[in-house]
């Protein structure tokens, strides 16, 4: 089964960057970022997918509009491939058995667009 196309607004945040040291009762420990924690509430209020529970083995083809050439396409993939899994559109991310992805530049709208295909095996 393939999924309808999807496009997120906004830009993915580095997955190396998503994270903060927060210290809770005197105990040092990691938490997201405010632009981490935006991104993916924004990426849940875009997602039709949101609680498909995709519980099978799937094919990730993603186009990666960044707004310069700056970041990392790798770093992007492990944070949407999060966000699916944040949002129920998928059960877990390492159902994810491949991924065809591509970086692309549009300074004025940075974005994503994917479609989850289920695999047979």
Known sequence: MTYD?????????????????????GHSRLGKTEATKRYEQSFFMQCSLRKKEISKRFKLTIDVYFASDRPD???????????????????NDRLCAEIHARKLIDKMNPRIEFDIEELIN
């Open 73 to 91: 396409l790798d770093n992007s993939l492990k944070s949407t491939l999060d966000c699916l899994q944040s949002c129920g559109a998928i059960k």
């Open 5 to 25: 196309h999807q496009i997120i607004y906004g830009q993915p945040p580095s997955k190396s960057n998503s994270y903060k040291i927060i210290t809770i009762a």
